[in-house]
């Protein structure tokens, strides 16, 4: 059994990224990200945090807007609107999850698709489901990568998801099938889960629960990625995999945390200098 270390792999690419973002300064672009937040979960507060260290770690410029909670939803839309034509902002990111009283779907389509960072605009899922993506959403490309990591081919492997979120669970599955996996998605609802995580020989777990998948289910040599965070009563972490029991049977598993949480940061900063290296190929091309 290894571990896969998502710090480490995050740093290789944040490190690439400070080279790229230098380059795209030297040419006049200088990548922005902007961050709304609304109200004050004290998670999401944490989240933003860790995005504007990223930002200062490779010279990205970080907008943060802090929103109140009971923020109008056409005064958040307005705010969406003019970082939408903020020449210096390249992507813009919607903290989730937003009050019950605001429309996630329908603040989300605001952003326009080529600052979405985030991938979860309707176009950008659609284009990630015909395989020609303008933007991967980020949790999903960050495991993409921690695959890659393992040197193990995807091709005409078992893959099963468990959990079926448009943020993870389903883009996961477009990815892998595009690498030609076949894959099976299961969730809530799925019956004989143990019977089926047991055929995978790569696992990706994103269900939101503590341990519910457990060890003795996993196939032996699996590769499992654990995208559960769950806090304990006792203040613990832990992931969506009796990480012990499994560990015994892996050929490959990420830790949490330190598996997906550091690479889901460096995918935000990928796909924003990303958006900004676009952004400078436009002005260009518009140059007589």
């Known amino acids: 059994m290894a571990n896969i270390d998502g710090k480490a792999l995050a740093q290789k690419f944040k490190d690439r990224l400070k080279d790229e973002v230098n380059f795209l300064k030297g040419h006049g672009v200088k990548p922005g990200l902007a961050v709304v937040l609304v109200g004050d979960n004290p998670a999401s507060q944490v989240y933003v945090r860790a995005k504007g260290k990223a930002c200062e770690e490779i010279g990205v410029n970080s907008f943060q807007h802090t929103l109140h909670k009971e923020i109008a939803q056409e005064e958040l839309l307005w705010q969406i ?8 902002v390249h992507g813009i990111l919607v903290q989730l999850p937003l009050p019950d009283h605001l429309n996630e779907k329908v603040i989300l389509e ?121 806090r ?25 945390p330190g598996g997906v949480g550091p690479m889901t940061i460096a995918m935000l900063m990928y796909n924003t200098v990303e958006a900004a290296r676009r952004h400078g190929l436009r002005i260009r091309e518009r140059r007589p």
């Not at 609107?81 to 210096?88: K, T, Y």
């Open 110 to 230: 605001a952003i326009l698709p080529e600052k979405d960072i985030d991938g979860f605009h309707p176009l950008n899922i659609g284009r990630l489901v015909i395989n020609q993506p303008l933007f991967q959403p980020c949790t999903p490309l960050g495991i993409m990568k921690l695959l890659e990591g393992t040197g193990v081919d995807i091709s005409g492997k078992e893959a099963v998801v468990v959990g079926r979120s448009t943020i993870v669970g389903k883009p996961i599955a477009l990815m892998l099938l595009h690498k030609n996996a076949t894959v099976t998605i299961c969730h809530s609802r799925t019956l004989n889960l143990e019977e089926k995580v047991g055929k995978a020989d790569i696992l990706i777990a994103a269900i939101g629960k503590p341990a519910m998948i457990k060890g003795d289910w996993i196939k032996q040599g699996a590769i499992v990625i654990d995208v559960g965070i769950n």
């Open 81 to 88: 609107s003019e970082l939408n034509n903020d020449p210096n």
């Open 232 to 256: 304990l009563g006792d203040g613990k972490l832990v992931g969506d995999v009796e990480f012990e029991e499994a560990s015994k049977r892996t050929a490959f598993i990420t830790p949490v």
